[in-house]
């Protein structure tokens, strides 16, 4: 059993999260966890040893198909043939976040603010450095997206990708902009599949999510059809919803799925399977991400501790209590390579 060599590992790093000399020692710390991951084309039979400070899972043998590291996540941005997305990294960032239905959900709020400004707040700090307006002007109506009844539980559900071009072309939100929207309706992808919490396109720079309350995993045959019902929430909804939406702008700004570890970014193919996801990114996103909007690393993960903790302490979940815990080490991890560098 040997470990890789510290040149191996040194050009694994920056094959994945490239050159990360311009930062400080305790954020080198955390790229430098990259020296760990497993690629499908190792071909040595060499086992990783843990390293008591990383934070994050890696994926087993990351294969070729879906990579997208960080190198070639910049080189999206020069391949583009839309005129207007050539300068993205370099300009001023802007994003819509549009509520596009009304929420039963009765009071519910978090803190001072009702619930969907608190997830427009997040998105604030979770994006930090980019601009996000709040504004709930417009409704489905004005969009008027495809419907249909869903096959088997005939719920409600629009076609997300009417969404796409349409939200630029109603609102009048410069196409140099970003939108997302929220709708209280279930959303299907295609007609031959049955769901989707959301979904983004970084070409039309636009994305839609739903509460995916209606989705079949929930549906019951013996319970009456109720689509004005109340919903009551609860910190797993929310927890859902967090998830979606920082998943689905990530998306807007081009980020792919993730293989490479446990991930916001990783693909999921359920409901189950979304939520049990981490809420932050890995090392391999964290750098796209931070290239994309300019943002102080540690200053960024002290707002994301102290917004996650005003939820839990009125919303309780399992999920959130975890990535309060994660969040808290991480500090710790970056103050420490501070005080050692």
């Known amino acids: 059993m040997f470990c890789l060599s510290s040149n191996r590992g040194e050009r694994r790093m920056r094959y994945l999260v490239g050159d990360v ?3 400080d020692r305790n954020v080198r710390a955390i790229f430098e966890i990259c020296e760990d991951c497993s690629l499908k084309e190792d071909k040595s039979k060499w086992k990783r040893l843990p390293r008591p400070s990383s934070l994050f899972v890696h994926l087993d043998d990351a294969p070729f198909c ?14 583009t043939s839309a005129p207007f997305q050539k300068t993205d990294l ?7 976040f549009l509520p596009l239905e009304t929420f039963n959900i009765g009071n519910a709020k978090v803190g001072n603010q009702t619930f969907v400004q608190y997830i427009c707040g997040f998105l604030k700090v979770f994006f930090s450095g980019l601009k996000v307006n709040f504004n709930d002007q417009f409704q489905v109506e004005n969009i008027k997206p495809t419907e249909r009844r869903h096959p088997v539980t005939e719920r409600r559900q629009f076609l997300v990708t009417d969404f796409y071009d349409r939200l630029h072309r109603v609102t009048g939100i410069p196409r140099t902009d970003y939108i997302l929207g929220l709708t209280w309706t279930d959303l299907y992808p295609s007609k031959d599949l049955n769901f989707v919490l959301g979904e983004a396109s970084d070409q039309h720079k636009s994305g839609v ?3 995916g309350r209606f989705e079949p995993q929930t549906f019951h045959r013996d319970q009456a059809l109720d689509e004005d019902a109340e919903l009551q929430l609860d910190g797993d909804i929310i927890w859902k919803m967090l998830r979606v939406a920082t998943h689905e702008t990530c998306h807007l700004f081009r980020l792919k799925h993730c293989v490479f570890f446990s991930c916001s970014m990783n693909a999921s193919s359920s409901v189950t399977e979304a939520i049990s996801q981490p809420l932050f990114l890995c090392p391999v996103c964290l750098r796209k991400l931070q290239k994309f909007l300019g943002f102080d690393i540690f200053k960024r993960y002290q707002r994301l501790l102290e917004l996650c903790e005003l939820l839990q302490g009125e919303y309780p979940s399992q999920n959130m209590e975890s990535g309060i815990t994660w969040l808290r080490q991480c500090l710790d991890f970056l103050s420490s390579m501070s005080v050692n560098s």
Request: aromatic share 22%; no cysteine; net charge positive.
């Open 66 to 79: 879906g990579r997208q590291t960080y190198k070639m996540w910049r080189a999206s941005f020069d391949l």
């Open 90 to 96: 370099n300009r001023p960032k802007k994003l819509h």
């Open 21 to 23: 000399d311009e930062y």
């Open 209 to 211: 999510f739903s509460f």
